[in-house]
Every structure is written in structure tokens, then in C-alpha cells.
């Protein structure tokens, strides 16, 4: 109970110090789900308390990086389109993912992605390699093709080696055939 | 429906391994008084011939390491796996490693039906090596068919018993030998989404395992150079430091890594031409993937092959002259075979499904591939003109064949479902009449195996 206390404690003290001191983030990671706790420094300060009713607790939310916030935008938006087997076709419901793909990459002008290109199981794994590079650049033109300039976007296939889902049935083979977009870290 | 589709399919395979086997795959055992005595792989009887390896005679201070057993053992695992011999229980034979020092008495080895039999000895030298002499007896022909001596230091004595092995295995079948060889292959742990792949070499019965990569970027498609001590492969350890996936090169003496080239997409699919000193492989940009050719001297490359198809898996014929690959320029995916400078593309493979990963047996004679097709996978085997197809293993999903030195032999991978939903992967070695069919036993799961040519002494 008392260790509780002592770590419930410590992220009053640094969620103070972080508040203070420019919000430096990256010392301090608040998983906003399981609130999990990464403490990264090393100013780990621990002080004693009796009673926890007698200190009012404030809880702050550390703000998501703008690279976690993109991210989960590109997710919102359709990260990935599917493909028909040993097929590299943008069909019409990847069509409309990727036309939201272009809007977000307009409207974030100055982020890179890397398309990663992959396969189902029933394909040799360097023909399938072949293939995941083929849907990425599918995935690629496309995007070209909407504005978006080419030096923006690289390609990557992972083959049948990344699966998205694993299992060995239609469903399976149908969520791994895909092209998968990413935003590159700087 | 479906049951009855898959056990139409299963009877189609029987049917064919029977007829292959029919046609193509009889064993004959000679051994009239004139002739030698010999296997002929490629025809006659079915049966493997029966042989006695009696343990050897060995000198006092030697006996604790227990050689003067665990060799003759060794021998004859090798060449009962290669299933065209049979050893006969040493507790039938009539003479013991003693009384066998000079020339064995024929008849009491008639009596158990012993065809060959061999006989050794093994001596401690001034330098603290051991000396291995053996005799390859013909029982029929009461003759002595060959004798060698062999010394090395005593830790090499799974070394020795190889070559002792291919010796025999070469007088007897006339075909060269594959025991004292390696196989290079990826090592594969953890969930199919999050598998981890490192490279690893082993002998080719599964000794001396040792992992070369550590696991922390992905490895595919391992092959062995000719010369024996450079292995190339395909990776992704450079990704973070932005390089594509590329084609590397690892030197098996120093343990040093270096990637083959950079390109302006991905390089893939390499293997070594038959003297080593090109290297075929796939460039892939822009959706397009064709074949490519490097000097490793001059570091030259030449496209060979262009247009939008996926063309891959290059594979050299043994002469040189010829690469058989991969491509989907008509649609399906099908075999091709062209010159060297690309010229001359001409499709070899007719039959339903899908063709891929094709591999020139070092003989020259067939080209070995993967086929997919009603749900299944299949290692096959036709002639470079594309004559004579037929499959010699099946599974959910077999693939990437490699050739044992001689040609007869080969080894691929497979994966099969387990009851609770996760995949056994593993290598298995088969000969060309599809019979024969054995795992060979790894730490973990297995893939891409590659099987090096005979060690260099």
C-alpha cells in the first residue's frame, strides 16, 4: 500500500515538475488506456505521505505527440487497402480509402510515408516479395496520381513474411493481402 | 464435396508417384562375378542393397572416445539415409572387428546376404592424430573393391566418417557423393506475425548447428556460394539506417556481413553462378521486378530481363550457358529458361497452377521447382525442355527445393497446421523418385534451406 503511495506520489511531483518546466514529455509517458507508467529520467523523487484524502490527487493528461496524433489520424482515415489474390488492382472502396489518404497528406504537408506492401500464404516467398512491391506501388501511383509527389513515398513489401492476422483460412488471406501505409518518423 | 475433391487430389499424387516410381525410379542391384558391384540409381530393382559395417579394430589408448564404434555408426546412417542401403544387424555377423584384419572369410558374409562389406581400422600417429583406414569388401566377388586411410585430429572424426561415407556411397552408385556437406537454412521462432528468422548452418545430418545472424533483423533465402565459404542472402537489417531490403553477402571464415549493392528498389532472390564469380538476382521498382546480373569482381550489374512482369528466382544452369526464373509475363506464374545474357526467354512449364522458385539440379538433368495449385503446394521436378513433370512431395505449403551435390538428392521445406492453429515448419530431404522422404531434425522451425557443395579439404 505504502509503495502505491510513494509511486502515486512521485507523478504528482513530476507531473509538477514537467508542468513547470516547459513540458518536456519525454520524460514522462501517461498511456491514456492502461495507465501504464514508463518513468525514462532519472529525477525520481519520493516523498512520504500519511493520509491520502488529506492531499488532493490532480491527475494531468499528457498530450499525445504530433507523430502519435498523425498516426491515429492516418488509422481514423484508412491506413491500408486489400487486394484480390496474386491481384495489385486499386478496386473502388481502396479508391475512396486512398482519396482520404490524399486529404490527409494534404492537409499535413510536410510528413513522408513508407507503403508496405504484403501478401497471403499461398504465394513463394520471393514471388510474394514481388508482389507486395507491386501492391505497393499500386498503392503509390495512386496516390501520385491524386498530387501527391512521389518523393514522399516509399515503398516497402514485406511478402507473406508480416502478417497482419495470422490463420489460415479465407478471412485470414483476405486481411493479409494488403498495402499498408505508414508515416515516417521524421 | 470438398472431402471427396481432396482425396481425388491425394489419388491423382499416388497415382503419380506410382507411376514415377514405375517408370523411372527402379533400383537395380548388380553383382555378377564379371561386373562390379554397383547400385544403378536410375534403374532396375527396387530394393536397397544389403550391407555389413562391422565396427573397427582400434588401438587401446583410443578406446575410451569409443571411435572404433561411433564411426563405422555414423557411415552407416549416412548411407542407410540415403535409403539405398540396408545394414545388417551386427549381431548376425560371424566374424568379429578382429578376426576381420586380414582378408574376411566371404562365405560367412554370403550367409547373412551382406552384397558389400566394409572393414576398418583405426591407429593413434606421432602427432596426436588418428589414422582411419578402411576396406570396402565386394562379399560376392571376393575382392577387395577399393581401400583409403585417412588422418586428421581426433575432433574431426564426424568429418572423416563423411568423406569415408561419400567414398563409399561414390564406388558403389557411381553418382557423387553428399555427405560431407553443409546445409545453410533460416531458423524461425515466435508467432507467425512476429516471427523471428536468423540464419544458421549445420553438417547435412544436422550436427554441429550454429546460428549466424542473431535474430534481430528478418533473413531469407540463404544460399551457398561454389566456393563453399560465402553464403548470400536476402535481408532487412539495414531498413532503419534507410536502406531497402537487400541482397547481402556473408563471409563464412570471417563472420563479416556486407550488403551486395545499392540499388533504387529492392534487391532480392540472389544466387551465385556455378564458378562463383556473378550473381543473379531480382531488382524490383517501381511494380516491376527483373532479373539482374552482377560481377562480384567489378561490381558491374546488366539488367537481363525487362518489362512490367515479375520476373524471378533465377536460378544457373551448371554449364553456365542458361537461367531458369520465375515470371508472370503471361498472366499465370510460370517457369522460363534464357541465356545467360538474357536472350532467348522461352517458356518450359505448360501444366495447371502456379510454377515458381526453379532450381538447376549441378547435374544438369532436371529442374526442380515449386507448384501451387488446387489449394495445395508441390515440390516437382520436369527436364530443362520442360519434359517429364511430375511432383515428389505435396503439402499445405512446400517450397524452395535445393540440390545435394550429385543431383539425386534434395531438400525443401514445409509447413503444416497444427490441431491448435500455429504452423510446424520444417526442412526434409527426398530423392528424385519421391520415395524416401525423411525430416531432418532442427532446434527450432526451419525454412529456405540451401545445400552446400562438398566441403573443400
Redesign the interface.
Known amino acids: 500500500m505504502l509503495k502505491y503511495f510513494k509511486v502515486i506520489a512521485s507523478i504528482i511531483v513530476l507531473s509538477y515538475l514537467v508542468s513547470c518546466s516547459n513540458k518536456d514529455q519525454d520524460s514522462l509517458l501517461l498511456d491514456a488506456e492502461g495507465g501504464n507508467i514508463e518513468i525514462s529520467s532519472t529525477s525520481t523523487e519520493e516523498i512520504e505521505i500519511e493520509d491520502v484524502t488529506a492531499t488532493p490527487i490532480q491527475i494531468d493528461e499528457v498530450a499525445l505527440t504530433v507523430e502519435e496524433k498523425l498516426s491515429s489520424e492516418l488509422i481514423d482515415v484508412g491506413d491500408r487497402v486489400f487486394f484480390g489474390y496474386d491481384e495489385s488492382i486499386i478496386n473502388d472502396e481502396s479508391a475512396n480509402t486512398l482519396q482520404k489518404q490524399y486529404q490527409f497528406l494534404t492537409r499535413n504537408p510536410d510528413i513522408s510515408i513508407t507503403i508496405t506492401g504484403h501478401c497471403d500464404e499461398r504465394g513463394t516467398r520471393e514471388y510474394n516479395i514481388a508482389l507486395g512491391e507491386r501492391r505497393g506501388t499500386a498503392v503509390k501511383n495512386y496516390l501520385i496520381s491524386l498530387g501527391i509527389s512521389s518523393s514522399r513515398i516509399a515503398v516497402i513489401s514485406y511478402g507473406k513474411e508480416k502478417p497482419t492476422v495470422e490463420g489460415h483460412d479465407d478471412w485470414a488471406w483476405t486481411q493479409n493481402r494488403t498495402a499498408v501505409t505508414f508515416i515516417n518518423s521524421n | 464435396m470438398y472431402n471427396f475433391k481432396r482425396q481425388f487430389i491425394k489419388l491423382i499424387f499416388i497415382a503419380y508417384v506410382f507411376f514415377s516410381c514405375f517408370f523411372m525410379s527402379y533400383y537395380k542391384v548388380v553383382f555378377a562375378q564379371e561386373e562390379p558391384l554397383r547400385i544403378d540409381i536410375m534403374g532396375g530393382k527396387i530394393q536397397a542393397m544389403p550391407i555389413a559395417i562391422s565396427y573397427f579394430t582400434i588401438e587401446d589408448d583410443l578406446k575410451e572416445l569409443k571411435l572404433h564404434n561411433n564411426i563405422p555408426n555414423l557411415i552407416a546412417d549416412n548411407l542407410v539415409n540415403s535409403g539405398l542401403f540396408k545394414l545388417l544387424n551386427r549381431d548376425a555377423y560371424m566374424q568379429n572387428p578382429e578376426q576381420l584384419i586380414s582378408s574376411p572369410k566371404f562365405r560367412d558374409w554370403r550367409i547373412i546376404d551382406a552384397q558389400a562389406l566394409i572393414t576398418g581400422n583405426i591407429s593413434k600417429r606421432a602427432d596426436n592424430k588418428i589414422n582411419v583406414s578402411i576396406k570396402l569388401w565386394d562379399v560376392y566377388g571376393e575382392k577387395r573393391l577399393f581401400g583409403i586411410s585417412l588422418s586428421s585430429k581426433i575432433k574431426s572424426w564426424r568429418r572423416i566418417s563423411h568423406i569415408i561415407s561419400d567414398k563409399i556411397y561414390e564406388r558403389l552408385t557411381g553418382e557423387e557423393g553428399y555427405f560431407d556437406t553443409r546445409i545453410v537454412y533460416v531458423s524461425e521462432s515466435g ?5 523471428k ?1 536468423r540464419l544458421a548452418i549445420m553438417d547435412q545430418d544436422g550436427a554441429n548447428h550454429q546460428y549466424l545472424t542473431d535474430g534481430n533483423s ?1 533473413v ?2 540463404p544460399r551457398f556460394s561454389p566456393n563453399q565459404q560465402q553464403i548470400t542472402f ?1 535481408s ?1 537489417r539495414g ?1 532503419n539506417r534507410g536502406l ?2 537487400s541482397v547481402y553477402l556473408y563471409n563464412l571464415k570471417t563472420g563479416k556481413m556486407k550488403i551486395l549493392g545499392e540499388f533504387p ?2 534487391s ?2 540472389p544466387r551465385f553462378s556455378p564458378n562463383g564469380s556473378n550473381l543473379v538476382m ?1 531488382l ?1 521498382q ?4 527483373n532479373i539482374h546480373i552482377m560481377n562480384l569482381k567489378d561490381k558491374q550489374t546488366k539488367q537481363l530481363t525487362k518489362g512490367i512482369a ?1 520476373d ?2 533465377p536460378s544457373f544452369s551448371p554449364d553456365g550457358k542458361n537461367i531458369v526464373f ?1 515470371s ?1 509475363r503471361s498472366g499465370g ?1 510460370h517457369l522460363y529458361i534464357m541465356k545467360e545474357n538474357g536472350k532467348n526467354p522461352k517458356r518450359i512449364s505448360f501444366g495447371r497452377g ?1 510454377y ?2 526453379p532450381v538447376w539440379s549441378p547435374r544438369g538433368d532436371y529442374i526442380a521447382f ?1 507448384k ?1 495449385t488446387r ?1 495445395r503446394f508441390f515440390i516437382g521436378l520436369m527436364h530443362p525442355d520442360g519434359s517429364a513433370e511430375r511432383l515428389i512431395a505435396e503439402g ?2 512446400t ?2 527445393p535445393t540440390w545435394a551435390p550429385g543431383g539425386r538428392v534434395l531438400s525443401f521445406f514445409r ?1 503444416t ?1 497444427q490441431k491448435d ?1 500455429s ?1 510446424r515448419t520444417r526442412l526434409f530431404v527426398i530423392d528424385i523418385t519421391g520415395n524416401r522422404e525423411r525430416e531432418l531434425i532442427t532446434p527450432e522451425d526451419a525454412s ?1 534451406p540451401s545445400w552446400s557443395p562438398k566441403n573443400i579439404n
Open positions: 508467432s507467425q506475425k512476429n516471427r528468422k528478418l531469407l533465402t536476402f532487412y531498413i531497402k531490403p528498389g529492392m532480392f532472390a531480382s524490383s517501381n511494380g516491376s521486378t515479375i524471378t528466382s520465375n508472370d506464374q502456379s515458381a522458385t515449386t501451387f489449394g499445405y505449403l517450397e524452395g509447413q497446421p492453429g504452423m529456405d
